[in-house]
């Protein structure tokens, strides 16, 4: 997942197959999906509970049953539902789900309140995992997030979106692993799963204007951990989540009010 998000350019529609973009172009099947999304949370659909049918769904979100298919889809791929052949489509029950009922309600993923919230859990959970990462680390923990470090910048210089995602990924949960604390690196793993979502429906997978700087600030925290500086690398673990913040921040308020 991209923690550097990049501005889409703008097409100027208005509406797309009855969803509003408020003024800047949104796939229709992006805004469909978090509206599904809203009418599970609003109806207190829980894991295992049948949704209404594709036509169902695209007359009470006034669309069309091809987009609600595309935002299934998507979904589908998030762990947010199940569509079982022949039986239906259902709230998913896997860990996609339990992950978002672990944290009290569904995610919103191009929710602005949501996304500052989930970004404050991560500011605190992850400045506490890299400054115990300086004190704990093991030459073989140091050598993984130096690792990932390393792919991370490749991934960026080549111009390779997918191999500087998953490096991002290896990054923060090498980091994670190295503070050997189990609650931390389950706490973020899942707040960067939650995050993702908010990749896959409302901000794409994409270099940004920040990628450049992800990739120093990622040294930064590793050189931190390796010469043992538990508040330097709490320090530069915080400057680097209040900017991705600020990325996320700016491309929402970009893509809903144009």
Known sequence: MNDTPAAQPAQGAARVNGADTRGDYRPGYEVVAERILEFIAESRLVAGDRLPTENDLAQRLDTSRAVVREAVKILSALGRVRAHKGRGLFVADDEG???????????????????????????????????????????????????????????FVH??????????DDFHAAVATASHNTFLVSAVRDARRLQRQSSAIGIHDTFGEGTESAVAEHEVIYRAIRDGRPEAAAEATATHLDRTLEDYRREIQRRLFG
């Open 97 to 155: 789900m339990l992950v978002t009922s672990r944290w009290g309600g569904f995610f919103r993923p191009v929710d602005l309140d949501h996304v500052l919230m989930l970004f404050e859990f991560r500011r605190v959970q992850e400045m506490a995992a890299s400054s115990l990462a300086a004190t704990r680390a093991t030459p073989a923990e140091l050598r993984t997030i130096e690792v990932a470090m390393q792919q991370c910048r490749h991934g």
């Open 159 to 168: 111009g390779q979106v997918d191999v500087f995602n998953q490096a991002d």
